[in-house]
């Protein structure tokens, strides 16, 4: 099913959810974004406090590695959406669905460990509910690893959503479902979008999947990423700052702190990097509870030596920051 944006689409399988399982009962992590829409505003936390969450929905913390002391990440996500679930039961809110971002973007890019989503999808199916993987900033073969981030957990969703980079910049995004979950819908419910699926963004969406698959972007990922993250790993015993260094394919987070025994962010830091290196002519932005990691998400067909060159400008921006 098409749609002309992300927000679009996440609202459209909110739908089907209900639908299919009659419940309303929302599961998202702590720092998630799933789009603008009234609907799914009210399960994007990251869109800040004065945006209102819905009575229906409950966060769970995000997977933070690098926060976790050596914990089991996936038994601890398992238990988080577990006690979430018989939250929304004891309020009398059937759930509906678990929706992720399978790269945990807006959480501070989250890609390890592999796998640990398995519990907490058996969890909310156990109950009812769907799984909704949110592909619109993992997807397209931005991991490196395979076309979808949800792959990575060795997972088949019931409703996947999709957008950004659907159409390299041309209005464009979806939706993609099961039969069992979309039939319910289907024979009950009208749907239509007046712009999606029109023409053009249709032969965009459709280049950009024939330049995937000919340029071999989702190897050429993995092995510009490799470049990419190696490279900025190289600046941690340079720059004290520098926390984590994490990423999957050209998907890179870089975790900046005021001191590395307390893990403690820096908010400013990250701030005056960001725009240090828009003024360098790269564009990043901040993401996580802190605000304080860097989200470095590159063109699919980035070179070598751009990415030589991001990595130049990190150095250069992080020195020139802490002055």
């Known amino acids: 099913m098409l749609t002309c944006t992300g927000s679009e689409a996440n609202d459209l399988a909110y739908r089907i959810a209900k639908v299919r ?3 309303t ?3 998202v992590t702590d720092t998630a974004y799933h789009g603008i829409t009234d609907a799914v505003s009210q399960f994007s936390p990251s869109l800040g406090v004065s945006v209102d969450l819905g009575p229906h929905v409950r966060l769970v913390p995000a997977p ?3 926060h976790a002391e050596g914990a089991d990440l ?12 018989a939250d929304l039961q004891r309020h009398g809110i059937k759930p509906a669905a678990l929706i ?19 519990g907490a999808v058996e969890a909310i199916k156990r109950v009812g509910g769907l799984f909704i993987a949110d592909e619109v900033q993992p997807g397209f073969g931005r991991t490196g690893e395979h076309m979808w981030g949800f792959q990575r957990h060795g997972l088949v969703p019931d409703i996947v959503t999709l957008g950004k980079p659907m159409g390299n910049g041309q209005p464009i995004a979806g939706l993609l479902a099961t039969a069992d979950a979309l039939a319910e819908f289907g024979k009950k419910s009208r749907y239509f979008n007046t712009f999606a699926g029109n023409t053009v963004s249709c032969a965009a969406a459709l280049a950009v999947l024939e330049t995937i698959e000919r340029d071999r972007l989702v190897p050429h990922a993995a092995k510009i990423g490799k470049v990419l993250l190696d490279g900025i ?6 720059h004290e700052a520098i926390g984590d ?3 999957a394919g050209l998907f890179v987070g870089v975790e900046l702190v005021s001191d590395r025994t307390t893990r403690a962010p820096d908010r400013g830091l990250t701030s005056r990097v960001v725009n240090l290196m828009r003024d360098k002519g790269v564009l990043l932005s901040a993401c996580a509870q802190g605000h304080n990691v860097l989200k470095i998400r590159p063109p699919l067909v980035l070179s070598a030596e751009q990415a030589g060159m991001v990595i130049e400008a990190l150095d250069e921006s992080l020195t020139q920051a802490r002055r």
């Open 233 to 238: 790993a190289g600046l941690v015993a340079k």
């Open 100 to 118: 992720v971002d399978s790269l945990f973007t807006s959480d501070g890019i989250l890609p390890e460990p592999a796998g640990f989503l398995k």
């Open 74 to 85: 996936g038994e601890r996500f398992t238990r988080d959406v577990e006690a979430a679930i």
């Open 245 to 247: 260094v994490r990423g």
């Open 25 to 27: 009962g929302v599961i």
């Open 21 to 23: 399982t009659g419940g």
């Open 64 to 66: 933070r590695k690098y």
